[in-house]
């Protein structure tokens, strides 16, 4: 079935640290690729998306590259602010699926002074 | 402004006794669907509808129902809660399509099953 495999937390960073958070996906389908955000006692936000390979998404200045050939979708920012601080989901969506998004555990980022 | 609410915010109830957790939107969407969220689980789908009575089965549906009898609305049924039921619960609606659509989450219920 569908899976994505996303790195534990929690990141801890300084504030302006670059950050990288992996994921790697497993799809019987061509699925289009997610990263929503959690702030802390809110649902869940879109925070960028791809639908094809080799898209970047981008928003808020996070940037992931929908890689094909590694099954990743990597998510990356120059420099991180405290604000930036909650829990991140890497999330898959397969064509014929129901709208179903297939969720990571998510990875928790806490950015510090 | 677009929106999905979920009522209650909280819930603390003991085995056995019913629940409905409510869930409406207002963005006329014909997708929605319930997700629960577990520590180092992640977010699994309990239930989904592509529109008015139509509904099906996620990946972990036993002790719940739903019903969609009205588009903006898709509430949650527990008719016998269970501790395992304890959870953070999350009501999410879309455009369909190919699965390329946002989805836009409610607030959270979080329920506590005694």
């Known amino acids: 079935g569908d899976s994505v495999t996303q790195m534990e937390g929690p990141v801890t960073l300084s504030e302006e640290a670059f950050l990288t958070i992996n994921c790697t996906y497993t799809?019987?389908?061509?699925?289009?690729l997610f990263w929503y955000v959690q702030y802390p006692g809110e649902g869940l936000q879109l925070l960028l998306k791809?639908?094809?390979?080799?898209d970047k998404g981008s928003n808020k200045g996070f940037e992931a590259t929908y890689r094909k050939e590694t099954t990743s979708f990597h998510l990356e920012k120059g420099s991180v602010q405290v604000s930036d601080s909650a829990v991140y989901f890497c999330?898959?969506?397969?064509?014929?699926?129901?709208?179903?998004?297939?969720f990571g555990t998510g990875t928790q980022l806490k950015v510090e002074l | 402004e677009a929106q999905v609410t979920q009522n209650p915010r909280y819930l603390i109830t003991v085995t056995g006794k019913k629940l409905t957790v409510t869930c409406s939107q207002n963005?006329?969407?014909?997708?929605m669907s319930w997700y629960r969220q577990d520590p180092g689980l992640g977010l699994r789908q309990i239930y989904y509808?592509?529109?008015?009575?139509?509904?099906d089965k996620g990946d972990v549906p036993e002790g719940y129902k739903v019903s969609r009898k009205e588009k903006r609305n898709f509430p949650l049924i527990l008719e016998s809660p269970s501790p395992n039921q304890t959870s953070l619960y999350f009501c999410?609606?879309?455009?369909?399509?190919?699965?390329?659509?946002?989805?836009?989450f409610g607030p959270g219920t979080r329920l506590t099953v005694t």
């Open positions: 999410a609606s879309s455009s369909t399509g190919a699965g390329e659509y946002e989805q836009y």
């Open positions: 799809a019987t389908g061509y699925p289009s």
């Open positions: 791809a639908t094809k390979a080799d």
């Open positions: 999330a898959l969506s397969v064509k014929g699926g129901g709208n179903k998004l297939t």
């Open positions: 963005m006329n969407h014909e997708y």
């Open positions: 509808s592509m529109n008015v009575e139509v509904t």
